[in-house]
């Protein structure tokens, strides 16, 4: 794997849109090992109860689990239950069991609540070196991903090339708004990856075209293929990257990710 360029300082990347089954937690996993294998050392965040993102790295995520929960709840330190990733030395994963999910309605009451995972993440910063570090975020915008939106410096939003696409997209324009003014003045969203991509369909390239007229500069140039490889790879703990390198899935991902980091670099 070749050397893929370091950011000048660390990039936090919300993994946003609050439609279900968009390709987040795919786009996450993927985009994350393949900077790690790039050589960059990574952080995934599964801020989402049902921890695909951790089942999908194959890392333990049974109830119980240490994780996300506890950094927001406790205060305990991301290091304490950041696990390494068994594919990748660089990359690291703090899981989320489904006790994540009481956190929704526990933080309501309590104090600095929309910080908690900035307070966290800015340690982790000094402790560890880290140059990405990706959320995966379930498919709403309450106070979990609120953390993430004011902890980050980005957005990254996976679009589905379907009907409908950017319905929601509008809303959590909004929702982005409403941080930056209040919580968050350094968010953007800076990057749209077009997925599930169906080049032998009008749909797909009607949508494509319209959403990369709505967002010339975030849109990158990588469409990620809808494929069989990419569904399979979370029931072997795999990403696509690394189950099935040469698929064009896999390429897809890998060449996104490349774009990232080549933007990530020129600043
Ligand atoms: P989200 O996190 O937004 O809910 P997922 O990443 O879990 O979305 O994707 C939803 C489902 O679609 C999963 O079963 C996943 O394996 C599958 N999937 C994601 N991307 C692709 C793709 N490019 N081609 C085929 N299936 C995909
Ligand atoms: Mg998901």
């Known amino acids: 794997h070749a050397q893929l360029p ?40 599964d801020n989402d109860p049902q921890g695909n993102a951790s089942t999908a790295l194959g890392i333990d995520h049974a109830p119980g689990t240490k994780g996300t929960y506890e950094v927001l709840m406790d205060r305990v330190g991301i290091i304490e239950h950041a696990q390494p990733s068994p594919h990748s030395l660089n990359l690291h994963v703090l899981p989320a069991a489904i006790d994540l999910s009481a956190a929704e309605l526990e933080l309501v009451n309590e104090r600095g609540r929309e910080h908690r995972m900035r307070d966290a993440i800015r340690q982790y910063i000094d402790e560890s070196g880290v140059d990405y570090v990706f959320f995966d975020c379930p498919p709403s915008l ?105 698929s064009v899935g896999a390429q897809a991902y890998q060449a996104a990710a490349e774009e990232i980091a080549r933007r990530g670099a020129e600043g």
């Open 6 to 45: 370091r950011p000048k300082s660390p990039r936090i990347i919300v993994v946003a849109n609050q439609k279900g089954g968009v390709g987040k937690t795919t786009t996450t996993v993927n985009i994350a090992t393949a900077l790690a294998l790039g050589g960059l050392n990574v952080l995934v965040v």
């Open 142 to 246: 309450g106070l979990l991903t609120l953390n993430a939106l004011v902890a980050a410096t980005e957005i990254l939003v996976p679009i589905q090339t379907e009907y409908y696409a950017l319905e929601g997209v509008t809303q959590l324009m909004r929702t982005i708004e409403r941080v930056k003014g209040n919580l968050n003045d350094d968010l953007v969203l800076s990057t749209i990856l077009l997925t599930m991509y169906d080049s032998r369909t009008n749909l797909s390239r009607e949508v494509a075209d319209e959403v990369r007229k709505h967002f010339v500069a975030q849109t990158l140039d990588t469409e990620i293929p809808r494929s069989v490889k990419i569904a399979e790879a979370p029931s072997y703990g795999l990403p696509v990257i690394t189950y099935q390198p040469k």
